[in-house]
């Protein structure tokens, strides 16, 4: 994108689980956006073990959300490195004082919220085992391992990431829902383009803005 094209400012919206990622990976293959996912740039922080890493894994392993000064500071940070592109937040804001702090330094124009209810989400989520060696993922449901429990190429354990457990995956949503709902609200009112349904509910576009 040359530099005096117009550079779009989106952010999107929907609960751990909801498939923001896989939604954001298409809009961001299809239009050429650079994509921020704040849940993976915490994981690169916990894998190579920097000072916010280790304090995330803390907050992460119980369901809890980053305190906000230190995932705006984080968050901030990264979109410097992209002033000049065009590009999708994903995971951020969380919370009104963060959505604050972007709204401080960036010109957001549009926001598309992924509304799915919480039982679809608890199901899928807790059906999600992982290889830790190689990041393979399988779902009980839809892509099951060949035996129960056991890696298909190396035949190693399967594990359950801390935040896919059920006892984690609720407070999550629940954190989600208090902390995330004012966020919904203030962009709602100025700037949400797309109010995505899920299937099998009724579903609509609102636009605004
Ligand atoms: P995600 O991959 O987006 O589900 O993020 C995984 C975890 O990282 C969340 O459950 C939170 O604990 C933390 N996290 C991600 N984004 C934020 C954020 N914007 N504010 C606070 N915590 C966050």
């Known amino acids: 994108m040359g530099a005096s094209a117009r550079l779009?400012?989106?952010?999107?919206?929907?609960?751990?689980?909801?498939?923001?990622?896989?939604?954001?990976s298409r809009i961001t293959k299809h239009f050429a956006l650079k994509h921020l996912s704040s849940g993976d740039l915490l994981r690169d922080n916990m894998l190579r073990g920097t000072e916010i890493?280790?304090?995330a894994k803390t907050f992460i392993d119980q369901g809890k959300l980053i305190p906000d000064g230190v995932m705006t500071r984080l968050a901030l940070h990264e979109l410097k490195n992209l002033t000049q592109y065009s590009w999708l937040l994903d995971g951020f804001p969380r919370t009104l004082p963060q959505a604050e702090a972007l709204d401080g330094a960036y010109q957001i124009d549009t926001v598309i919220n992924l509304n799915v209810p919480f039982e679809v989400i608890k199901q899928r989520l807790t059906a999600r085992w992982i290889h830790p060696a190689s990041g393979r993922v399988y779902n009980i449901e839809f892509n099951p391992p060949k035996a129960v429990g056991i890696d298909d190429l190396t035949g190693e354990p399967l594990i359950q990431r801390d935040d896919d457990k059920p006892e984690t995956v609720v407070?999550?949503?629940?954190?989600?829902?208090?902390?995330?709902?004012?966020?919904?609200?203030?962009y709602r009112a100025t700037r949400m383009r797309a109010y995505v349904l899920w299937p099998?509910?009724?579903?609509?576009?609102m636009r605004g803005g």
Request: aromatic residues 4%.
């Open 8 to 24: 779009l400012r989106a952010v999107i919206m929907g609960a751990p689980g909801s498939g923001k990622g896989t939604v954001s």
């Open 200 to 205: 099998g509910r009724k579903s609509g576009a």
């Open 53 to 55: 890493g280790v304090l």
């Open 171 to 186: 407070k999550r949503l629940k954190a989600y829902e208090v902390q995330t709902q004012p966020v919904l609200e203030y």
